[in-house]
């Protein structure tokens, strides 16, 4: 398993992948682990991972390098993964306990309640493009709940998933209570089918997501899946469009524009697209590209020249279909897994601009004349992450983001980002299940009805 930098091609590092008789011998750990671990107090767990959050902003300049030389993430961005994460620990060792207290319910026993109980080994199926965020946000409210997890992380950051492993376990977690496995997307089914493996939970694209719905239907396992999104962003004829405009380009262009949650569509009502295209293009022409590790880049390199040129094919198809390159577009000449920051419009349906998620630094312009149109725009896509709405009416932007937006998650006048203190997760293609607050501690939990008498 191969590690290559997407600044320079060059070899960063070889993994060994692990045997099939180390896989079984992680799972079995997990599960004898899980046996003790669940049996710490919840204050033992917090510990723990107050102790991560600690090593985590110690250590965070050598874990950002880790991320901006394996995926390419400018620096910046990475440092600022590597806080969400401590901000993620933190928090569940402070609410974790009350998260998972038991309910008192009233019914004609003497007493019942709920109680949360732990299920077992977890395992986590993450991606490249936040590569130590994702893994947290499944691995901390999931071992505060008692349970011990597995993690298979996408091969092109081994480093990364190896360093996450080193972190728990110098937190003082239970040893093989998180265990990092270096294997293959093929070689993953005998994992899920292991009868001690509870449940999965997967970030990635949505073919990822159908490939291990079908398998965890076929072996009976609990889910989580969080998938692709095509975010539409609907600016409405009375925003404030110099702000929707530089909130737009700052989500669009997010990690080089390779989040699920990325802005992708933008919905522009005819009396303000003029005014607000010119702003947007504006912003987007001063995003810089280069090196990750220079203070002037604001993106980096995509994670792999594959990933740039399925984006690439992508645009030009869109441009051959009719749409209107108004930046960038260009395949760079410099060394690297590059893409500038583009903007496309006139995107109508049937182009992959208009109809794709497009995991790069592309943004797709439609143009509307109502409001309604542009919900029925939005709500269209078979996708249902996240979506936004710029409005100066607070009432109307609300109302449009609770009843009428079919998306996950849903904000007015700023661009869709996760928190430890809100649910997050999908609909439609886009997923089932939610990570992050009370849910996502409660996902992986036996949901237990006691009734005494």
């Keep these: 398993m191969k590690s290559i930098s997407p600044v320079s091609a060059e070899l960063i590092c070889i993994f060994q992948a692990h045997t099939n008789a180390e896989i079984e011998n992680a799972i079995l750990n997990a599960h004898n682990a899980f046996k003790t671990w669940r049996n710490y107090s919840f204050e033992q767990r917090a510990s723990c991972l107050k102790k991560a959050a600690t090593i985590l902003r110690d250590n965070a300049i050598e874990h950002a390098t880790m991320i901006s030389q394996e995926m390419g993430k400018s620096f910046k961005e990475a440092l600022a993964e590597i806080e969400k994460c401590a901000v993620c620990c933190d928090y569940y060792a402070e609410h974790g306990a009350t998260l998972l207290q038991n309910e008192n319910i009233s019914t004609a026993a003497q007493k019942s309640y709920i109680s949360y109980q732990p299920l077992g080994v977890i395992l986590s199926i993450m991606p490249w493009n936040f590569p130590y965020w994702q893994v947290f946000r499944f691995a901390a409210p999931t071992l505060m709940a008692g349970n011990t997890a597995l993690l298979k992380h996408a091969s092109n950051v081994s480093g990364c998933s190896v360093a996450i492993e080193k972190i728990f376990m110098d937190a003082g977690f239970l040893e093989h209570s998180f265990q990092s496995l270096l294997v293959k997307s093929a070689d993953i089914e005998p994992i899920i089918a292991h009868p001690l493996v509870q449940a999965v939970t997967l970030t990635g694209s949505t073919q990822a997501g159908s490939s291990v719905a079908q398998l965890c239907g076929k072996y009976i396992k609990k889910s989580v899946l969080e998938l692709g999104g095509s975010d539409p962003y609907l600016i409405l004829e009375d925003a404030d469009l110099e702000s929707a405009a530089k909130l737009c380009v ?204």
């Design 250 to 453: 700052q989500s669009r262009t997010l990690n080089a524009g390779q989040s699920c949650i990325a802005a992708k569509r933008f919905l522009v009502m005819e009396s303000v697209y003029e005014q607000f295209v010119s702003l947007f293009v504006d912003k987007m022409r001063a995003i810089r590209m280069g090196d990750p590790f220079s203070t002037q880049t604001h993106i980096g390199p995509m994670a792999t020249h594959a990933l740039r040129d399925e984006l690439h094919k992508q645009v030009t198809r869109s441009i051959q279909l009719g749409a209107n390159c108004l930046l960038g577009g260009e395949l760079p000449d410099n060394v690297g897994a590059y893409y500038p920051a583009t903007v496309l419009s006139n995107v109508k349906p049937g182009m992959p601009a208009f109809e794709e998620e497009l995991f790069g630094p592309v943004a797709s312009i439609i143009k509307v004349k109502t409001q309604k149109e542009a919900i029925e725009i939005a709500n269209a896509s078979h996708f249902g992450l996240g979506s936004a709405v710029f409005t100066k009416d607070i009432a109307k932007g609300q109302h449009i983001a609770e009843y009428e937006l079919q998306y996950g998650n849903c904000f007015v006048n700023d661009f869709v980002r996760s928190d430890p203190r809100l649910p997050f997760g999908g609909i439609k293609q886009s997923g089932y299940g939610r990570e992050l607050a009370h849910c996502g501690i409660r996902e992986f939990c036996n949901i237990k009805t006691v009734y005494i008498q």
